[in-house]
């Protein structure tokens, strides 16, 4: 099932397994609680030149990395970035803002 990314300026689609899409919300709070742990030392850090963390580069890749490797580690199917940087979307899938 494809899900509509929104971000300020632009959206990315993505394709997920069916039984994701229909909690789509939720998956995104618990994605948001990871990303933003600050004891989490993930890829999406935004850092100044010492290391200090300052922020989190919120983008498609981090929430289909977070799906992959917590929700469907086991799984088979696997999420996946199908388009990006689109100014329009379909507003009949479903939808998540950043």
Not at 5 to 17: A, E, H, K, M, S
Request: net charge negative; proline share 2%.
């Amino acid at each position: 099932m494809q899900v509509n990314l929104v971000f300020d300026y632009y959206t990315d689609v993505i394709n997920v397994p069916d039984e994701i899409e229909t909690q789509i919300k939720k998956y995104q709070k618990k994605c948001d609680k990871w990303l933003y742990n600050k004891d989490n030392n993930h890829q999406y850090w935004e850092k100044d030149e010492y290391g200090k963390k300052l922020g989190v580069g919120i983008c498609s890749d981090a929430f289909v990395y977070w799906l992959n490797n917590f929700v469907l580690n086991d799984s088979k199917q696997k999420a996946v970035v199908l388009k990006r940087n689109l100014q329009e979307y379909d507003s009949s899938l479903p939808t998540i803002f950043y």
